[in-house]
């Protein structure tokens, strides 16, 4: 009997095997009904089987071994998936998972062969065929797990961002409270501002994650444009840097008509990423530059520092998240995501980002934005 035709006729049989080893996998099987721990096998089965039946040439049959193609199966890529999602919900984990597709090709190999008198040519094809179509489907149910294990840590980290919000407000608040109060010593107010500038770091810590996981769970950046002097922001950004890192040399020059549409929210965190990022890794004895450039229908930031220069390896890797330098001190807070928000913030604004970084020159930032 060809495969195919085995497989078909003896199914059941195959999914209690299925059945049986699921239940070996524990602790998360000692919560699972038997619909839940035989799943999508009876699917993955016969759509395979099907897949096997197709006629292929010996093009075809070359190609897909190289993973070129023919096309999938759809109704084995969907059973898969579908396999994938459900087990991490119920908690196997990725090894477990795909323990079932080894055991699964294991015991269908071996009651098919128990059962033939004779090995011909045309078995070692069906062995090929159906080989392909259990790659194919523990490649589509390992995707799928993964998703899953993204999509759920994203919403962790929105839920641990959102609810960091109220402490640090608390904090933030009760700050300014001791700030204003009378008869604070020079050491008081020195610990009052330290956690000050803590607080407001932190706070932009928060909303750079807030922001990471809304890209993640595939929310493009909103914005909202308005009528905004871009001189104006720089400039209140320039300040706020400067009075949390008074020893910082920081210069702003301003050239051309700069008034424009953009979202003033969205663009005061591109400037602090970008400052915030220069004060980090710039030379602390060495002025930090910000100019802009307003023309017809564009304003241009540039933002200059000295200091050790962007590896060339990892300029690639600059824009995306959670990606940190292997450059950055020992000790530093930093989730590797404000580069990523710059980036995020100049595509939804119709902008382009450019840096260039050596040693004689120091690090520069280009970054062009469309008035309107």
Same mark, same amino acid.
């Given at each position: 009997?060809?495969?195919?035709?085995?497989?078909?006729?003896?199914?059941? #049989?195959?999914?209690?095997?299925?059945?049986?080893?699921?239940?070996? @996998?524990?602790?998360?099987?000692?919560?699972?009904?038997?619909?839940?721990? #035989?799943?999508?096998? #009876?699917?993955?089965?016969?759509?395979?089987?099907?897949?096997?039946?197709?006629?292929?040439?010996?093009?075809e049959?070359?190609?897909?071994? $190289?993973?070129?193609?023919?096309?999938?199966?759809?109704?084995?890529?969907?059973?898969?998936?579908?396999?994938?999602?459900?087990?991490?919900?119920?908690?196997?984990?990725?090894?477990?998972?795909?323990?079932?597709?080894?055991?699964?090709?294991?015991?269908?190999?071996?009651?098919?062969?128990?059962?033939?008198?004779?090995?011909?040519?045309?078995?070692?094809?069906?062995? @090929?065929?159906?080989n392909?179509? @259990?790659?194919?489907?523990?490649?589509?149910?390992?995707?799928? !797990?993964?998703?899953?294990?993204?999509?759920?840590?994203?919403?962790?980290?929105?839920?641990?961002?959102?609810?960091?919000?109220?402490?640090?407000?608390?904090?933030?608040?009760?700050?300014?409270?001791?700030?204003?109060?009378a008869?604070?010593?020079?050491?008081?107010?020195?610990?009052?501002?330290?956690?000050?500038? %803590?607080?407001?770091?932190?706070?932009?810590?928060?909303?750079?994650?807030?922001?990471?996981?809304?890209s993640?769970?595939?929310?493009?950046?909103p914005?909202?444009?308005?009528?905004?002097?871009? %001189?104006?922001?720089?400039?209140?950004?320039?300040?706020?840097?400067?009075?949390?890192?008074?020893? %910082?040399?920081?210069?702003? &020059?301003?050239?051309g008509?700069?008034?424009?549409?953009?979202?003033?929210?969205?663009?005061?965190?591109?400037?602090?990423?970008?400052?915030?990022n220069?004060?980090?890794?710039?030379?602390?004895?060495?002025?930090?530059?910000? #100019?802009?450039?307003? &023309?017809?229908?564009?304003?241009?930031?540039?933002?200059?520092?000295?200091?050790?220069?962007?590896?060339?390896?990892?300029?690639?890797?600059?824009? !995306?998240?959670?990606?940190?330098?292997?450059?950055?001190?020992?000790?530093?807070?930093?989730?590797?995501?404000?580069?990523f928000?710059?980036? &995020?913030?100049?595509?939804?604004?119709?902008?382009? @980002?450019?840096?260039?970084?050596?040693?004689?020159?120091?690090?520069?930032?280009?970054? $062009?934005?469309p008035?309107?």
């Amino acid at each position: 009997m060809r495969l195919a035709e085995f497989i078909v006729a003896t199914v059941d #049989r195959i999914v209690d095997e299925w059945e049986a080893f699921a239940m070996t @996998i524990r602790p998360a099987a000692d919560s699972m009904n038997r619909a839940e721990l #035989r799943d999508h096998a #009876r699917s993955i089965l016969l759509a395979a089987a099907r897949d096997m039946n197709t006629e292929q040439s010996a093009m075809e049959r070359a190609a897909k071994a $190289m993973g070129e193609g023919p096309e999938k199966t759809p109704s084995l890529d969907v059973a898969a998936a579908s396999h994938g999602e459900l087990r991490h919900q119920v908690g196997f984990d990725l090894v477990q998972m795909t323990s079932e597709f080894r055991h699964l090709r294991a015991s269908v190999i071996r009651l098919w062969t128990d059962s033939l008198v004779q090995m011909e040519l045309v078995h070692m094809r069906d062995l @090929i065929r159906f080989n392909e179509a @259990i790659d194919e489907a523990l490649a589509e149910s390992t995707a799928a !797990y993964a998703e899953q294990v993204n999509h759920s840590r994203d919403i962790f980290l929105a839920i641990l961002g959102h609810d960091l919000r109220a402490p640090l407000q608390a904090v933030s608040m009760s700050s300014e409270l001791l700030a204003s109060k009378a008869g604070l010593d020079d050491k008081g107010r020195s610990h009052v501002q330290r956690i000050r500038n %803590s607080t407001r770091h932190m706070s932009a810590m928060v909303n750079d994650l807030l922001e990471f996981v809304r890209s993640r769970l595939g929310n493009s950046l909103p914005i909202v444009r308005i009528p905004v002097d871009m %001189s104006a922001l720089c400039q209140a950004a320039i300040d706020e840097a400067a009075a949390g890192q008074p020893l %910082s040399d920081l210069h702003f &020059e301003v050239q051309g008509a700069t008034e424009g549409e953009w979202d003033q929210g969205r663009i005061e965190q591109l400037l602090q990423n970008l400052i915030g990022n220069a004060l980090q890794h710039g030379a602390s004895n060495l002025p930090i530059t910000l #100019r802009l450039l307003g &023309e017809p229908d564009s304003v241009t930031l540039t933002l200059h520092n000295h200091g050790e220069p962007i590896a060339e390896s990892a300029i690639s890797t600059l824009f !995306y998240p959670l990606v940190r330098s292997t450059s950055d001190r020992a000790g530093e807070t930093s989730l590797g995501l404000g580069l990523f928000i710059v980036n &995020e913030v100049v595509i939804a604004h119709g902008g382009t @980002i450019q840096v260039v970084s050596n040693e004689a020159d120091g690090t520069t930032f280009t970054v $062009m934005l469309p008035k309107h």
